[in-house]
């Protein structure tokens, strides 16, 4: 199963998913963190994908 969360702060989130053991996939740059747009690809702890992309 593949889970996408939307977030209002893409920023915020990235930072507490990678603290809580996440792994961020390629590529890292599809977000333009001025503009708040876009989504990042993640791995889990465990290796479960899952994306987070703004509201």
Do not use: N, W
């Not at 930072?15 to 996440?22: D, H, I, P, Q, T």
């Not at 889990?44 to 703004?54: K, Q, T």
């Amino acid at each position: 199963m593949h889970v996408d969360l939307t977030t209002d702060d893409l920023a915020a989130a990235d930072r507490l998913a990678l603290e809580a053991g996440a792994r961020r996939l390629e590529p890292t740059d599809d977000v333009d963190p001025a503009a708040q747009k876009g989504g990042r690809v993640y791995t889990s702890p465990a290796g479960h994908p899952f994306c987070l992309r703004s509201a």
